[in-house]
């Protein structure tokens, strides 16, 4: 059963414009979240992340919303560049338990010039 | 800058092989971790381990087993490799839970 969702799988945008991507998770013990971007043939790199206590947490282009009551996260792109063309990973992790993270199945991101 | 480094890009092994993937990152990181990537299935946690000779299974452990001698090494071995271990292999390190740092990963394709 997968506790972290991202139900797209690729997303489409102008340049210019603003990218969501969206993430559903279904274990509250979940305290922490995360977005990772990832170019074909590296590794993950850390891109933003949010704790359960905000709501909003912004860095330059990139915000991630949270919304707790849903269990909903989403990360835009303001602007959206032909360079943010990626994979994105959500993942969430929390503070009691086990010390790993569990990732999403990843949104593909495509910015057209 | 945190780096971590893995012993191969690209690995082509036969079935029923014993297959040794080396990660060795260089910030004194107590926990590191081993997923694989599978398209449409994200990454999937094999085992990690929080110290010196400490493991712990993650979600798919079965077919892996993990080896961790020194604080900046960490070894995923497949015992046996078969087909349906062709993936991409990805290690990460951290002090805490979050903002792992990741590998440029090993694609392993298994024959």
């Known amino acids: 059963d997968q506790q972290v969702k991202q139900n797209s799988p690729s997303l489409s945008v102008q340049e210019g414009r603003i990218s969501i991507l969206n993430c559903d998770y279904t274990?509250?013990?979940?305290?922490?979240f995360l977005w990772y971007k990832k170019y074909p043939a590296e590794g993950p790199t850390f891109l933003i992340s949010?704790?359960?206590?905000?709501d909003k947490n912004e860095d330059g282009r990139f915000t991630v919303f949270l919304n707790k009551s849903a269990k909903h996260l989403s990360l835009h792109i303001v602007p959206s560049q032909p360079g943010d063309s990626a994979v994105y990973f959500c993942?969430?992790?929390?503070?009691?338990?086990?010390?790993?993270?569990?990732f999403g199945s990843g949104t593909r991101l495509q910015v057209q010039p | 800058d945190v780096k971590v480094t893995q012993s191969s890009r690209y690995l082509v092994k036969r079935t029923g092989e014993k297959v040794f993937l080396e990660c060795v990152q260089d910030?004194?990181?107590?926990?590191m971790f081993w997923y694989r990537q599978d398209p449409g299935l994200g990454l999937r946690l094999i085992y990690f381990?929080?110290?010196?000779?400490?493991?712990e299974k993650g979600d798919i452990p079965e077919g892996y087993s993990v080896s961790r001698e020194k604080k900046e090494r960490f070894s995923l071995i497949l015992e046996s490799a078969s087909t349906n271990q062709t993936s991409m292999y990805l290690c990460?390190?951290?002090?805490?839970?979050?903002?792992?740092?990741f590998g440029p990963g090993t694609r392993l394709t298994v024959l």
């Open positions: 990460a390190s951290t002090v805490y839970s979050n903002e792992q740092f």
């Open positions: 274990n509250s013990m979940f305290d922490y």
């Open positions: 949010i704790s359960s206590i905000k």
């Open positions: 993942a969430a992790g929390g503070t009691a338990g086990r010390r790993a993270l569990t």
């Open positions: 910030m004194d990181h107590e926990n």
């Open positions: 381990s929080y110290d010196v000779k400490m493991k």
